[in-house]
């Protein structure tokens, strides 16, 4: 994105739900906004869509306990853990010059969740997307930040020597984004 395409700092006009849809959808990303009344139905359609077990982040299941209908898992074995299909994760924020969500990795939120299984399906609110990352940590006490920040920017891809692309071998091979509200 050169400097023309940069999403203005936020303000009521700026669109940055639909910038970061763009840029995200660019790098792999699957981004759908849901309505908050809507959100088990979407995730039910990417389960079934995707198969497989599930692991749930505490902290989403806190937010959104009607999700326990899927899966109360959250306490998992390392063993459940590389089984699992698909994990549910909640960010921190979304940055939408980089099409990037931020997860947080702590208490509830374990990194593994968006990083062994091979779906990660990520929801982040409306109100969390920021035009940039300077915008975002400006916008942070730094008391507030976890020890351990991840920025994913899509499925996890790799070359090979013959520069051949494959995508999930160190992360997800697939990121859905629900943009909540």
Known sequence: MNADERPARSSPETDLVGIFSRVAEEVGIQVVRVPVAELLDRVRDIV???????VIEETVLRDHPELASISRRTGVSREELFEARLG??????????????????????????????????????????????????????PADLAANLTLLSGPSRTADIEMRLVTGVHGPGTVHVLVLG
């Open 88 to 141: 549910i994760v909640k960010a921190e924020a979304a940055v939408a010059e980089t099409g990037s969500v931020v997860l947080a990795a702590g208490a509830g939120s374990p990194r593994a969740f968006s990083i062994v299984p091979p779906v990660v399906v990520v929801l982040v609110e409306r109100g969390r997307i920021h035009a940039d990352l300077t915008e975002w940590l400006r916008s942070l006490d």
């Open 48 to 54: 079934e869509a995707e198969g497989g077990g599930i």
